[in-house]
């Protein structure tokens, strides 16, 4: 048999195979990379085309995929680019100006738009004021739409005329909803929108004037990608790409965790994974020594005999990658049918990727794992045919082991493209086996003074253990590693929606008020606090910009497209308190100190912005603030809460700084829905008055939210799933040896129920360590992706207490009935066949 070729070894490789699956040997193997493939594939899926179909929600809040932003219009080779990608393309300028009619005039914002607009979501109108809305395009030339509000503040019908500018424009319809709207919480109220066509006949966009240019552009992931390469070298200082992520906060935060959490489970059930491959291939080496040996004896070298056993792997392992892939396809094909209902209409394919990184994840990881196993069978000699002893693992199974986990990680950071998760769930995961291992190790070496005073059952189930206290420590820690990935899972799905629901309540702010003027401060507030009882304190706000930092000019300290650069651009919305606003905490420095009153007064900056203009405490700051120059001192960093639907601020002043300058109030407050009525009310009291609606802000983001809370809950049986099958894997591993040990018992005279008893305590008492090992585990991995991955403040988790008690019921009951076979198994033919 010496010089077998590569073909040769290919169909003896086959054959035995075959054979061994009819046996039943390679079945653990298989189905143990099956699930492990399809849960992987699956959750990809699942993810994928979930994330995409939230993200495709999240368009609606730009009108469009992306959108060239800016305050100068868009260049003709920024135009043909796009257009030369295949992509869809609608203009839109917003402007403010005077509406002028026959009962008065008004301050509105002006959209005028082409007739593509929108791209993305759905344009609404109704046929009078607080009438039923219906989905269609935007006015014709020679028309426009307004919000009702601005035909309660000028007492207007439909079809009356208004005068845009030096346009005159018919009223035909009742503006209800822009899906782009809710992106900019400060833009000026009642709304109108006019046909694109009509802007040059209004004479309002003149050079010098304040308007804004959207270009917006549809088209796939790719086009959308080559454009943003095209055109981001070109973009002045006055322009900015803009995609769902970045045009809205609280929906970038909401993908963001959704997105993550998704790629955890993701990661999750690729280090089952690695659980499953690497317990079921030890087995399959395990029961291939003697027949490793005989081969040895036929003629067949180290590297054929090792090439063999590889090509049997290798086959296998493709055929259940294969299997698994499809079989997860299939999986979430039947998912997004059962929810249907529960979803967007539109939901992307999810291509190839996830089948191929569920394909990898089974390949890799049996390679990486079967191979300390496979090294030893080559290392098998000829003389065990008469001697079977076991040879230990080489020396370089180690760095086999190495490879293994690196390989691991780097799929896991391919799945992920986040390396903080990444490092943190897999190096957290590493370092609680080794430090939780070792414990476990000493634990089970203490327990032989225990044995003599123990009851039979327990001197046998806990003497099987202590027999092999290594196998066992590492049994224990495979068992641990799966109760740890399902309690992450389930402990995060918990405080990530509780997090969630937090960001959302039933009576968050619906409701923005801007320019109330200081004279009627007080008689706004009075009104209302009848109106709602959820109001924000009124925050002073007078716009002014950030000129120069220790008097050196700001834009020398910047990095371009950084939040610094975006916000020394503009004018900020300036403030000042005496108290920290509810949704703000201090990460450095203190509140305004009255001992340092004779030194600059102080600013609180907020802590991310800071960190872009790489500030320090102390530090001082030059504004320019209505054509004057203030400076102040950095005394505080904050964390803002920017998804609370409350003002906040960039900058908060020391109260007495800007109080001389021309100053209007802000704040938000909570409506119940139907009360239309008390808000034009509130609109005629205070006409300067601007109020701004978000209800379509927060239905879009409840609903993108309920996306999620569904994709967490399903993602979560998928993990479970897997978790289980891994488990019966690892006790279908040591099955043989509990059969040789069960039948040698029976032979001596043991009856069946006390094996059971023995077989009982030993997995109960393996479950409580394995559960003493996840939860010690998940507090240490959980600590390391709330502080780096999620933003999240890391607390101690009672709860996890628990999960010893789990362990000893579900590891004990499952090992009951994995290892059913080594009771039954007659002693007789077991001592025939050893």
Not at 80 to 90: I, T, Y
Not at 112 to 121: E, V
Not at 378 to 407: C, F, K, N
Not at 637 to 657: A, H, I, K
């Amino acid at each position: 048999m010496a010089g077998m070729s590569l073909s040769r070894l290919g169909a003896l490789a086959y054959r035995q195979l075959l054979r061994d699956a009819r046996s039943g040997e390679l079945r653990v193997l298989f189905f143990a990379l099956l699930v492990a493939v399809a849960a992987s594939t699956a959750i990809g899926y699942f993810g994928a085309r979930l994330n995409g179909a939230m993200l495709l929600r999240a368009t609606e809040f730009l009108g469009a995929d992306l959108v060239l932003n800016g305050s100068s219009p868009a260049t003709p080779e920024q135009i043909d680019s796009g257009k030369r990608l295949g992509l869809e393309h609608a203009q839109v300028v917003e402007f403010s100006s005077v509406i002028a009619t026959d009962n008065g005039i008004q301050l509105a914002s002006v959209k005028a738009a082409g007739s593509a607009y929108p791209l993305r979501g759905q344009l609404k109108s109704a046929a009078a004021p607080y009438q039923p809305e219906s989905v269609g395009k935007g006015p014709q030339p020679g028309e426009a739409w307004a919000e009702a509000r601005l035909f309660a503040a000028l007492n207007l019908r439909v079809g009356d005329p208004i005068e845009v500018g030096n346009k005159t424009l018919k009223l035909s319809r009742v503006l209800t909803y822009e899906p782009d709207r809710a992106g900019d919480f400060y833009s000026l109220t009642p709304r109108v929108l006019m046909h694109l066509a009509d802007l040059a006949a209004t004479g309002i966009v003149q050079p010098g004037s304040r308007v804004r240019y959207r270009e917006l552009w549809r088209g796939s992931p790719q086009a959308l990608a080559d454009y943003r390469r095209a055109v981001k070298p070109d973009l002045t200082p006055s322009q900015r790409l803009e995609d769902a992520r970045d045009g809205n906060r609280q929906i970038g935060g909401a993908l963001a965790r959704a997105e993550r959490y998704l790629n955890l489970a993701s990661l999750a059930a690729v280090l089952l994974a690695g659980v499953a491959v690497a317990l079921s291939a030890a087995r399959f080496a395990a029961r291939r020594f003697d027949a490793s040996a005989l081969l040895r004896c036929l003629g067949l070298s180290r590297r054929e005999t090792l090439g063999l056993y590889s090509l049997q792997l290798a086959q296998l392992g493709l055929l259940a990658s294969l299997c698994g892939a499809l079989l997860g396809w299939l999986a979430q094909l039947g998912l997004f049918h059962l929810l249907q209902g529960l979803l967007p209409a539109t939901v992307p394919p999810g291509g190839l990727l996830p089948a191929l990184a569920g394909i990898a994840t089974g390949l890799v990881a049996l390679a990486g794992f079967a191979l300390p196993p496979l090294a030893a069978l080559g290392r098998v000699p000829p003389l065990r045919v008469l001697r079977r002893d076991l040879l230990p693992l080489p020396p370089s199974a180690w760095l086999v082991y190495g490879a293994a986990v690196l390989a691991l990680g780097l799929i896991m950071w391919r799945l992920s493209l986040d390396l903080r998760l990444t490092l943190g769930l897999l190096g957290g995961g590493l370092v609680a086996a080794a430090l939780l291992g070792g414990l476990l190790l000493f634990c089970l070496r203490g327990l032989r003074r225990l044995l003599a005073r123990a009851a039979l059952p327990w001197r046998l189930g806990l003497g099987q253990l202590l027999r092999h206290p290594l196998a066992a420590a590492g049994q224990s820690l495979a068992f641990g590693l799966i109760l740890l990935a399902m309690a992450l899972i389930t402990l995060l799905r918990s405080e990530l929606l509780d997090t969630w629901q937090d960001q959302l309540p039933a009576d968050a702010p619906n409701h923005f008020a801007l320019n109330v003027l200081p004279a009627e401060k007080d008689a706004f507030a009075a009104r209302l606090a009848q109106l709602s009882s959820h109001p924000t304190p009124l925050y002073p706000v007078v716009p002014g910009r950030l000129v120069a930092i220790n008097g050196e000019p700001v834009r020398q300290v910047v990095s371009k497209d950084s939040t610094g650069d975006r916000a020394v651009r503009r004018d900020l919305s300036l403030t000042w308190a005496t108290e920290l606003p509810e949704s703000n905490q201090l990460t450095a420095g203190s509140w305004w100190n009255s001992a340092h009153a004779s030194e600059l007064p102080g600013v609180s900056v907020e802590a991310k912005l800071a960190e872009s203009l790489r500030l320090k405490l102390g530090d001082r700051l030059s504004f320019n603030v209505g054509g004057l120059e203030r400076e102040a001192r950095v005394s505080s960093f904050r964390l803002v809460d920017w998804d609370s639907f409350q003002p906040n601020f960039y900058m908060v002043f020391e109260p007495g700084t800007l109080q001389d300058l021309p100053v209007t109030y802000l704040t938000s407050f909570y409506l119940p829905p139907h009360h239309e009525q008390q808000l034009v009310e509130l609109a005629r009291a205070f006409p300067a008055v601007t109020l701004l609606q978000v209800d379509a802000l927060l239905a879009q983001l409840r609903s993108i939210l309920a996306q999620v809370t569904l994709a967490v809950e399903y993602v979560l049986l998928f993990v479970l799933a897997a978790g289980l099958t891994v488990l019966f894997a690892g006790l279908q591993a040591t099955l043989d040896e509990r059969i040789r040990q069960g039948a040698m018992l029976r032979a001596l005279g043991a009856r069946r129920q006390l094996l059971a008893s023995a077989r009982r305590a030993e997995f109960a008492v393996l479950g409580a360590g394995s559960g003493i090992l996840a939860a010690l585990g998940c507090e240490l991995v959980s600590f390391l992706l709330y502080r780096f991955a999620f933003d999240m403040n890391w607390h101690p988790h009672p709860w996890l207490l628990l999960l010893p008690l789990i362990g000893a019921l579900l590891i004990g009951g499952a090992g009951m009935l994995g290892t059913r076979r080594a009771l039954n198994a007659s002693p007789l033919s077991v001592l025939r066949e050893g």
